[in-house]
């Protein structure tokens, strides 16, 4: 950490800014946009939005989480625009302004930021719902790309 400002790290196509001071565990989260948009342009049916739905309860499961929709979608898209913990208003979100408009911004990221994160535990399930998904929207086009 250089002076006052966060830590930065870089994950492929994520910016993860660490905060400072009272809201020490609460972060944020910079997707690539050109990964955002894909997503955006990547219908998905109810089936799948379902069984995503499962496996990110299942992932929330292993880190001792537990909610019904952890995920949410904006509208029809494989886009997540928010990741729920289901305790006591714990999430990481885009804001619906910033996607709304993604396509013609011109930030490199679509950013999402953390609420009511108080633990490492918290800030740590966040990440692994977040970099779960990731992984799997990769998964999810790769097979739409090639027909499946």
């Not at 886009?79 to 208003?89: E, I």
């Amino acid at each position: 950490m250089i002076g006052n400002e966060p830590p930065v790290y870089l994950f492929g196509d994520l910016r993860v800014i660490g905060r400072t001071g009272i809201n020490r565990f609460n972060f944020d989260v910079g997707l690539d946009k050109n990964f955002a948009v894909k997503c955006l342009e990547t219908s998905i049916d109810d089936f799948t939005r379902g069984r995503l739905q499962e496996m990110a309860r299942e992932a929330l499961l292993a880190v001792k989480y537990d909610h019904h929709d952890p995920l949410t979608f904006y509208d029809k898209s494989l886009l997540v625009t928010g990741f729920y913990l289901g305790r006591d208003g714990r999430w990481l979100c885009a804001e619906r302004n910033r996607v709304d408009h993604l396509k013609e911004s011109k930030d490199k990221y679509l950013d999402y930021s953390s609420h009511n994160a108080d633990s490492t535990s918290d800030r740590n399930a966040l990440m692994t719902l977040f970099t779960w998904w990731v992984d799997s929207a990769n998964t999810v086009i790769d097979m739409k790309k090639n027909g499946k």
